[in-house]
Nanobody
Framework: QVQLVESGGGLVQAGGSLRLSCAAS????????MGWFRQAPATEREFVAA???????STALSVKGRFIASRDSAKNTVYLQMNSLKPEDTAVYYC??????????????????WGQGTQVTVSS
């Protein structure tokens, strides 16, 4: 069993930056693709970014060039660096873990573990 705990969310002005962290415990993340999803009110949860065990990244078109996922395997921690934030980035952000290597968008059906989510609010 893997427990994922996100941190780093909060309120930021448009154009600002935030870095989300996701600390994993319970087992090593060797072989897992770590990702981030988000869900705004009255919308479906959507893929944001991911990073494989080997460090390959993928990013949703809606945030490409602004967001990037990374991982520190020694710390069993995953990050989401978010730059040039926009009000439409406001959502609850979820950390995820999926067994295996996924080099494109993650879909909910391949996710083995979810974090509890952290709120990101971008003011205009």
């Amino acid at each position: 069993q893997v427990q994922l705990v996100e941190s780093g969310g909060g309120l930021v002005q448009a154009g600002g930056s935030l870095r989300l962290s996701c600390a994993a415990s319970g087992r090593t993340l060797i072989g897992y693709t770590m990702g981030w999803f988000r869900q705004a009110p009255a919308t479906e949860r959507e893929f944001v970014a991911a990073v494989t065990w080997s460090g390959s990244t993928s990013t949703a078109l809606s945030v490409k060039g602004r967001f990037i996922a990374s991982r520190d395997s020694a710390k069993n921690t995953v990050y989401l660096q978010m730059n040039s934030l926009k009000p439409e980035d406001t959502a609850v952000y979820y950390c995820t873990a999926a067994r295996g290597a996924y080099y494109g968008y993650l879909t909910s059906n391949v996710i083995d573990y979810w974090g509890q989510g952290t709120q990101v609010t971008v003011s205009s």
